[in-house]
């Protein structure tokens, strides 16, 4: 009271103070409303009209069996996967988006058709942002105020009248869907839509110990997200951070559980987690799980300090190059040897003439050349002679005992075939753990889920086409390097050029469907030119081909046809598939995002005359 009565005498002072605490109380009410869709804690919330969920994704961690012992044991009705199969050497779980683009397919009862609830891209902290379709890569509005900052803060999606919600389909892709291909996920039931997951939403508004969903959870069952659990687990928080996709997440566990539980003294739920299917993401973090075998080599072998300053790759790479040299010493020395005699002999039985003369008399130049063509025969004996002496010292042991005496001395040989074994031993266990990891990416490569999820990519949008060959590319790449990827990709190769399972030539023409039938032509150009030089007599030139290489290679390669004879030129499209296949193999480059196989292919269906 002593501090208003202090305004009696300044009656702006007190407007001015007035005023300020307006605004705080207005800021207040902006930060209260901007973190509701995080936290809603609000005691005024209507648990018809509102609802709050948690997206999270399915996802598959690799580890040592003890390793995912750690890892939240999943219920039943949270294992969608039963048609492609437990994992053996990995383990599902469930864990926060990763980095892409959520989409929400919402049936109301109040509508005639789907719509479109809401878009989102999400970002590598797991923080949502609401996008259009037609600009999905617009850049998040500037946080000028308050408001956008706590918008873009956000990691939860808010439903509105709830009870009007008659199905709910979610849909999680690492890329952004064209406009058409919303449309097609809208429109089109059994082609696109019949093949996301369905939320009851009838269910979410139940008391909170009404019986379970699939790919829902309650607020109560958060611990079994992987990272919520992590928290409190140091040893799997380290197993965590081992994954792919791996980034610090806003996502607040206890926050989370804020926002879905009931109000104290209600049983209805103001929220819900629902678990998307990433079958991309479960593909690229198995391949990920099979390539680390062998990186691990890298990582924990080759980069273990031995000694001060010294690791194993040094001492490798030593033990390599000396006894290398080693090894061809020997040889080296007596081709040497050989070498600078014949040499001898060759200026010993020389003409000894001027040099001059041979520049100015064209005689005694032929003579020369005379004298040369006179020499060969004997030369070639004495070679023949000096190699054979050379050989038996060599054999003896001569220079291996030469090298020894100069270098032996100096180094540790034994140490040094010690090196070697331990780079063995340890590349062939690696070996046998990339082999047995494959089972499970072999399985899921060849899925009908992963095709599903691909199957979200536009194959008349080119753009969408290199996105499609990127994340293909870490679906695949190394996979050829186990015998089954290598059996998956020889299958590839000889498939048709339309099949939907061939990720080999959706990934090299883009997923583009346009290209993919421009190769199946010239494939099945390249087959008839092919049959017309079979019908050729041998050697004859085949008018109907520009490239003469090919009738050549039709002539010189029999090929076994179906009925088990051999023909001169026999050779399907498929073979040219094959060919391709062989080829991709020198034009990897496992620093890329996937395989190189184009430029193998497109070189052979020129060489042949496609």
């Given at each position: 009271?002593q501090?208003?009565?202090?305004f009696?005498?300044?009656?702006?002072?007190?407007e001015?103070?007035?005023?300020?605490?307006?605004?705080?109380?207005?800021?207040?009410?902006?930060?209260?409303?901007?973190?509701?869709?995080?936290?809603?804690?609000?005691?005024?919330?209507?648990?018809?009209?509102?609802?709050?969920?948690?997206?999270?994704?399915?996802?598959?961690?690799?580890?040592?069996?003890?390793?995912?012992?750690?890892l939240?044991?999943?219920?039943?009705?949270?294992?969608?996967?039963?048609?492609?199969?437990?994992?053996?050497?990995?383990?599902?779980?469930i864990r926060?988006?990763?980095?892409?683009?959520?989409?929400?397919?919402?049936?109301?009862?109040?509508?005639?058709?789907?719509?479109?609830?809401?878009?989102?891209?999400?970002?590598?902290?797991?923080?949502?942002?609401?996008?259009?379709?037609?600009?999905p890569?617009?850049?998040?509005?500037?946080?000028g105020?308050?408001?956008?900052?706590?918008?873009?803060?956000?990691?939860?999606?808010?439903?509105?009248?709830?009870?009007?919600?008659?199905?709910?389909?979610?849909?999680?892709?690492?890329?952004?869907?064209?406009?058409?291909?919303?449309d097609?996920?809208?429109?089109?039931?059994?082609?696109?839509?019949?093949?996301?997951?369905?939320?009851?939403?009838?269910r979410?508004?139940?008391?909170?110990?009404?019986?379970?969903?699939?790919?829902?959870?309650?607020?109560?069952?958060?611990?079994?997200?992987?990272?919520?659990?992590?928290?409190?687990?140091?040893?799997?928080?380290?197993?965590?951070?081992?994954?792919?996709?791996?980034?610090?997440?806003?996502?607040?566990?206890?926050?989370s559980?804020?926002?879905?539980?009931?109000?104290?003294?209600?049983?209805?739920?103001?929220?819900?987690?629902?678990?998307?299917?990433?079958?991309?993401?479960?593909?690229q973090?198995?391949?990920?799980?099979?390539?680390?075998?062998?990186?691990?080599?890298?990582?924990?072998?080759?980069?273990?300090?031995?000694?001060?300053?010294v690791?194993?790759?040094?001492?490798?790479?030593?033990?390599?190059?000396?006894?290398?040299?080693?090894?061809?010493?020997?040889?080296?020395?007596?081709?040497?040897i050989v070498?600078?005699?014949?040499?001898?002999?060759k200026?010993?039985?020389?003409?000894?003439?001027?040099?001059?003369?041979?520049?100015?008399?064209?005689?005694?130049?032929?003579?020369?050349?005379a004298?040369?063509?006179?020499?060969?025969?004997?030369?070639?004996?004495?070679?023949?002679?000096?190699?054979?002496?050379?050989?038996?010292?060599?054999?003896?042991?001569?220079?291996?005992?030469?090298?020894?005496?100069?270098?032996?001395?100096?180094?540790?040989?034994q140490?040094?075939?010690?090196?070697l074994?331990?780079?063995?031993?340890?590349?062939?266990?690696?070996?046998?753990?990339?082999?047995?990891?494959?089972?499970?990416?072999?399985?899921?490569?060849?899925?009908?889920?992963l095709?599903?999820?691909?199957?979200?990519?536009?194959?008349?949008?080119?753009?969408?086409?290199?996105a499609?060959?990127?994340?293909?590319g870490?679906?695949?790449?190394?996979?050829?390097?186990?015998?089954?990827?290598t059996?998956?990709?020889?299958?590839?190769?000889?498939?048709?050029?339309?099949?939907?399972?061939?990720?080999?030539?959706?990934?090299?023409?883009?997923?583009?469907?346009?290209?993919?039938?421009e190769?199946?032509?010239?494939?099945?150009?390249?087959?008839?030119?092919t049959?017309?030089?079979i019908?050729?007599?041998?050697?004859?030139?085949?008018?109907?081909?520009?490239?003469?290489?090919?009738?050549?290679?039709?002539h010189?390669?029999?090929?076994?046809?179906?009925?088990?004879?051999?023909?001169?030129?026999?050779?399907?499209?498929?073979?040219?598939?094959?060919?391709a296949?062989?080829?991709?193999?020198?034009?990897?480059?496992?620093?890329?995002?996937?395989p190189?196989?184009?430029?193998?292919?497109?070189?052979d269906?020129?060489?042949f005359?496609?």
């Amino acid at each position: 009271m002593q501090r208003l009565h202090a305004f009696d005498d300044h009656p702006c002072s007190l407007e001015l103070y007035m005023d300020s605490l307006k605004e705080t109380l207005e800021l207040c009410r902006r930060i209260t409303s901007g973190y509701r869709p995080a936290l809603r804690n609000s005691p005024v919330a209507d648990c018809t009209r509102r609802f709050e969920l948690l997206p999270l994704r399915y996802a598959a961690v690799g580890g040592n069996p003890a390793q995912r012992a750690r890892l939240p044991k999943l219920p039943g009705y949270l294992s969608p996967f039963q048609e492609v199969g437990e994992l053996t050497h990995s383990s599902y779980a469930i864990r926060p988006l990763r980095e892409g683009f959520l989409y929400l397919l919402i049936k109301r009862h109040s509508a005639p058709a789907y719509e479109w609830h809401s878009q989102y891209r999400v970002a590598p902290n797991g923080s949502l942002l609401y996008i259009s379709s037609d600009a999905p890569w617009a850049p998040a509005p500037s946080a000028g105020n308050l408001d956008e900052i706590l918008r873009g803060f956000g990691w939860t999606i808010t439903l509105y009248d709830l009870d009007d919600i008659q199905e709910l389909r979610p849909l999680f892709s690492p890329s952004p869907l064209t406009p058409r291909m919303l449309d097609n996920y809208r429109l089109l039931d059994e082609e696109y839509r019949s093949s996301l997951p369905t939320i009851d939403i009838a269910r979410f508004i139940q008391p909170s110990d009404a019986p379970p969903q699939p790919h829902v959870l309650k607020h109560d069952q958060l611990n079994w997200v992987a990272d919520f659990k992590a928290q409190n687990d140091a040893d799997l928080q380290a197993l965590l951070d081992l994954q792919p996709f791996n980034n610090d997440q806003i996502v607040s566990p206890h926050a989370s559980r804020q926002a879905l539980a009931p109000l104290v003294n209600h049983s209805k739920p103001r929220g819900a987690a629902i678990v998307i299917e990433d079958a991309i993401g479960i593909t690229q973090e198995l391949n990920a799980w099979r390539n680390a075998a062998v990186e691990d080599v890298k990582t924990q072998w080759l980069a273990r300090t031995v000694e001060p300053g010294v690791d194993n790759e040094r001492k490798l790479l030593v033990a390599q190059s000396f006894l290398e040299i080693e090894k061809l010493y020997p040889q080296m020395v007596a081709e040497q040897i050989v070498k600078r005699e014949v040499m001898a002999e060759k200026v010993r039985n020389q003409p000894h003439l001027h040099p001059e003369i041979y520049l100015f008399s064209e005689r005694a130049s032929q003579q020369a050349d005379a004298h040369d063509e006179r020499m060969k025969p004997h030369l070639a004996q004495f070679e023949r002679e000096v190699r054979s002496k050379v050989q038996a010292r060599q054999d003896a042991g001569e220079f291996r005992k030469r090298f020894d005496q100069k270098y032996g001395h100096l180094v540790d040989r034994q140490a040094m075939h010690d090196q070697l074994d331990g780079f063995e031993q340890a590349m062939q266990h690696a070996q046998q753990a990339a082999e047995d990891r494959a089972k499970d990416h072999t399985r899921w490569v060849v899925s009908e889920r992963l095709l599903q999820a691909l199957d979200r990519y536009d194959n008349a949008d080119l753009i969408n086409g290199l996105a499609f060959a990127e994340q293909t590319g870490q679906c695949v790449i190394g996979m050829e390097l186990s015998e089954g990827g290598t059996k998956v990709l020889d299958h590839w190769w000889r498939s048709d050029v339309a099949d939907r399972g061939n990720l080999a030539i959706r990934g090299i023409t883009y997923n583009q469907e346009d290209l993919r039938e421009e190769l199946a032509a010239l494939l099945e150009a390249a087959k008839r030119t092919t049959v017309s030089v079979i019908l050729r007599p041998a050697g004859s030139t085949c008018q109907a081909s520009p490239c003469r290489c090919q009738c050549l290679w039709a002539h010189q390669h029999p090929v076994r046809t179906d009925a088990g004879t051999e023909q001169h030129g026999q050779h399907r499209p498929v073979c040219l598939v094959r060919r391709a296949g062989a080829a991709s193999a020198a034009h990897r480059d496992p620093q890329q995002h996937g395989p190189r196989t184009a430029p193998g292919f497109a070189a052979d269906l020129v060489r042949f005359g496609a």
